[in-house]
Nanobody
Framework: QVQLVESGGGSVHPGGSLRLSCAAS????????MSWFRRAPGRKRVLVANVIPSNTTTYLLDSVKGRFTAFRDNDQNTLYQQMNNLRPEDTAVYYC??????WGQGTQVTVSS
């Protein structure tokens, strides 16, 4: 059974940091492109980052460049997103996905003062 489970979300002040994790199981993780999306309140889901099997980030949303880093550990079957200098506009539910066909349940990130 293919499964993605996100964790690491929470509430932080502007300028704070969080690290999201996405634990994958049920498929050969190291062979797949993995992605982070986010959905802000009242908005559609948008792509934040793509990480190919070699652990290269091939896409990063412009508004998070210089603040977010997406990476993976193929030995641990886990995708990560390190988020620094968080802003209120980063408030969203963050999802990881394999090929946009399998999704995790999401993890809430709230940035407010």
């Amino acid at each position: 059974q293919v499964q993605l489970v996100e964790s690491g979300g929470g509430s932080v002040h502007p300028g704070g940091s969080l690290r999201l994790s996405c634990a994958a199981s049920g498929f050969p993780f190291s062979r797949y492109v993995m992605s982070w999306f986010r959905r802000a309140p009242g908005r559609k889901r948008v792509l934040v980052a793509n990480v190919i099997p070699s652990n290269t980030t091939t896409y990063l949303l412009d508004s998070v460049k210089g603040r977010f880093t997406a990476f993976r550990d193929n030995d641990q079957n886990t995708l990560y997103q390190q988020m620094n200098n968080l802003r209120p506009e980063d408030t969203a539910v963050y999802y990881c996905t394999r090929d946009t066909t399998t999704w995790g349940q999401g993890t809430q990130v709230t940035v407010s003062s």
